[in-house]
Nanobody, 123 residues
Framework: QVQLVESGGGLVQAGGSLRLSCAAS????????VGWFRQAPGKEREFVAG????????PYPESVKGRFTISRDTAVSTVSLQMNSLKPEDTAIYYC????????????????WGQGIQVTVSS
């Protein structure tokens, strides 16, 4: 069992920034592929960003390209999502997900999921 924990969410004004972090309780994430997904009320869960165990990437979706950046923090063994120039449309619950295979893609078919964390962007 892997327990994923997200942190760093909250309320921010449009144009502001937030940094989300994902950690696996009791272990490091170095050997997992990690993806970030989000889900707004009434909408499907959508892929936001992903990083493989080898620190390679797949393209960001157009909705966040140029504004969001995923990275690994080796010092604390976490995966972060830096979100800049936030828009009200970014308001959603954000989920961290991990795969033992170490790869990532845009489909929400991962081995482990966090409980989600709320991000709210006000106008």
């Amino acid at each position: 069992q892997v327990q994923l924990v997200e942190s760093g969410g909250g309320l921010v004004q449009a144009g502001g920034s937030l940094r989300l972090s994902c950690a696996a309780s009791g272990r490091a994430l170095w050997n997992y592929g990690v993806g970030w997904f989000r889900q707004a009320p009434g909408k499907e869960r959508e892929f936001v960003a992903g990083i493989t165990r080898y620190n390679t990437y797949i393209p960001y979706p157009e909705s966040v390209k140029g504004r969001f950046t995923i990275s690994r923090d080796t010092a604390v063994s976490t995966v972060s999502l830096q979100m800049n120039s936030l828009k009200p449309e970014d308001t959603a619950i954000y989920y961290c997900a991990a795969r033992e295979s170490g790869i990532v893609d845009e489909t929400p078919e991962y081995d482990y999921w966090g409980q989600g964390i709320q991000v709210t962007v006000s106008s």
